[in-house]
Nanobody, 125 residues
Framework: VQLQASGGGSVQAGDSLRLSCAAS????????MAWFRQASGKEREFVAA???????RYADSVEGRFTISKDNGKKTMSLQMNDLKSEDTAIYYC????????????????????WGQGTQVTVSS
């Protein structure tokens, strides 16, 4: 499967952005998907994930501000980011894994074999 992330940009603190991840190849409805991010000089970290069944999980730092969603018909996953903070500045990567329906939400990098190229989000305070 190939993943294409888009929607990043430069915004002010408190603004919103919506990231999208379009998939080609594979059977999208079978995918568990997630967003990770990597700030300059830091390790890649978990942001949000959605299981094949639609369950979601968020990092504590984005809980209540970010919302992940998945549209099987459009083969697209999205991350709505509200009330952005300077600490949200990073390259955001989408990831996917084909799973069975009963698999719970996955939050670890090595649980996702397919990755997009990343999209830069810069938040100025």
């Amino acid at each position: 499967v190939q993943l294409q992330a888009s929607g990043g940009g430069s915004v002010q603190a408190g603004d919103s952005l919506r990231l999208s991840c379009a998939a080609s190849g594979g059977t999208f409805s079978r995918f568990a998907m997630a967003w990770f991010r990597q700030a300059s000089g830091k390790e890649r970290e978990f942001v949000a994930a959605i299981s094949r069944a639609g369950a979601t999980r968020y990092a504590d730092s984005v809980e209540g501000r970010f919302t992940i969603s998945k549209d099987n018909g459009k083969k697209t996953m999205s991350l709505q980011m509200n009330d952005l903070k300077s600490e949200d500045t990073a390259i955001y990567y989408c990831a996917a894994a084909s799973t069975i329906l009963s698999v719970p939400v996955r939050t670890k990098i090595d649980e996702y074999p397919s990755w997009g190229q990343g999209t830069q989000v810069t938040v100025s305070s």
